[in-house]
């Protein structure tokens, strides 16, 4: 018996893999930690078979780690009598959710077996949006960049969780950086976004990102 931690991709229905919608079609029970992944997976599966896992959105550690330890209790004895599936938009190893479950799941609930079903990371759907080619030899770095953040030295940056755009755009700049943003992409009923002006994007929302490239890079291309 397993617990499947399950891309959906960036948030179209079409853009779930195969295997994906047969593992979601296969097990129990699908655990859903907020409403853009839930809205997917609904589109595979009945209501009845849809659970819900409550993540705060907080920074407290310790409120932090003891929602992750009420979600492994709930999740372990599905997993461990029956096949469970935790969905998460974009992929289960990258910025997700699921690595706190899963981390919490084999320190708390050692007897849960867990497999990976990979997605379409949002990473590569910004890619694809902007034309964006990442060869041999270069050099691209994932980062966080929350609260206005802007972590410079690559040539290359994808910032996920933009949520102060307008600073995040000032900082960059200034250490010599073109920037471009991308917003809720390849989402159904949502208007995906990609913009050079932070303005268009000021509002905070935690599916922004950004591709930012040094000019020198952007310049010699």
């Known amino acids: 018996m ?8 960036p948030g179209g229905s079409d853009l779930l893999t195969i295997r994906g919608r047969r593992r979601l079609e296969s097990v129990d029970v699908v655990y859903s930690p907020g409403r853009l992944s839930r809205r997917v997976a609904a589109e595979y599966v009945p209501e009845s078979k849809l659970g819900d896992l ?12 003891a929602a992750w330890k009420a979600a492994a ?8 009598y029956g096949d469970a599936a935790f969905v998460t938009l974009g992929d289960p190893c990258i910025y997700s959710t699921f690595g706190h479950l899963r981390r919490t799941l084999r320190d708390n609930h050692p007897g849960v077996a867990i497999e990976v079903v990979p997605g379409v990371s949002s990473v590569t759907a910004f890619a694809a949006v902007l034309g964006v080619d990442i060869e041999a ?17 690559p040539d290359r940056l994808i910032l ?30 949502e208007a995906p976004l990609v913009t050079s002006d932070p303005e268009d994007v000021a509002d905070r929302d ?15 291309d």
């Open 2 to 9: 397993t617990l499947y931690g399950i891309g959906l991709g």
């Open 54 to 65: 409550e993540f705060p959105m907080t920074t407290d550690p310790e409120e932090l780690e």
């Open 73 to 80: 209790a709930e999740v372990a004895p599905r997993a461990r």
């Open 137 to 153: 030899g270069s050099e691209l770095t994932l980062r966080e960049a929350t609260d206005g953040a802007a972590p410079v030295g």
């Open 160 to 189: 996920f969780k933009v949520t102060d755009a307008p600073t995040t755009h000032e900082k960059l700049t200034t250490a010599g950086y073109e920037v471009k943003f991308g917003r809720r992409l390849f989402m159904d009923e």
């Open 206 to 220: 935690y599916y922004t990102l950004a591709y930012a490239e040094k000019r020198s890079v952007a310049d010699s």
